[in-house]
């Protein structure tokens, strides 16, 4: 059964880079022709799809972020990762990571649990 | 900006079928995804492509599509039923696949 484990700094200061990094075990993240997603959900509200990256390597971003938004693969550890730069209190958020099916369609299955990232001097 | 338009509570009785919508105007083009969200856990897939409902989902949720508005009925609602529930869809412009979420539907069961 696919899992996806979100990990990364749980404290960013305003202005700097948060990074996070999806791990996925129990199947490779190069099989299926998948995409692999970033999905955020500030405190009490409801989501926000950051990005994800095809299984061709090409990106598509949420244009309300996409000029700080990385989002990058390393099929060699079979993992995935995001970087959101210039970070303001408005970016706290629990960070999903999740797969995401083969065009045309884009839904989101499975999910991982998630983690809080809060953004604090 | 493209929106996806869901009510922000439904409360119902166990036992009784709760009925949750989505609207947005591109739904009769693109399909609809729900998700469901407990308090502390990851949202879940319940239906994909409007009616199509994943293994292991209850079969007393579904699905259904009429026009611009989408509808995730739950049949028989139980006490665990109750939860944040998200539609999904992709989004309209046409210039990128990107996606857009509605914003969310609490239900209550009584």
């Known amino acids: 059964q696919l899992q996806l484990q979100e990990s990364g700094s749980g404290l960013v200061k305003p202005s700097q880079t948060l990074s996070l990094t999806c791990a996925v075990s129990g199947g490779s993240i190069s099989s299926g022709g998948y995409s692999w997603s970033w999905i955020r959900q500030p405190p009490g509200k409801g989501l926000e799809w950051i990005g994800y990256?095809?299984?061709?390597?090409?990106?598509y971003y949420n244009p309300s972020l996409k000029s700080r938004v990385t989002i990058s693969v390393d099929r060699s550890k079979n993992q995935f990762s995001l970087k959101l730069s210039s970070v303001t209190a408005a970016d706290t958020a629990v960070y999903y990571c999740a797969r995401t099916t083969p065009r045309p369609y884009n839904w989101f299955d499975p999910w991982g649990q998630g983690t809080l990232v809060t953004v604090s001097s | 900006s493209y929106e996806l338009t869901q009510p922000p509570s439904v409360s119902v009785s166990p036992g009784q079928t709760a009925r949750i919508t989505c609207s947005g105007d591109a739904l009769p083009k693109q399909y609809a995804y729900w998700y469901q969200q407990k308090p502390g856990q990851a949202p879940v897939l319940v239906i994909y492509?409007?009616?199509e409902r994943p293994s292991g989902i209850p079969e007393r949720f579904s699905g259904s599509s009429s026009g611009t508005t989408v509808t995730l009925t739950i049949s028989g609602v139980q006490a665990e039923d109750e939860a944040d529930y998200y539609c999904q869809s992709a989004d309209s412009s046409g210039t990128y696949p990107g996606v857009v979420f509605g914003g969310g539907t609490k239900l209550t069961v009584l």
């Open positions: 492509k409007d009616s």
């Open positions: 990256i095809y299984h061709s390597g090409s990106t």
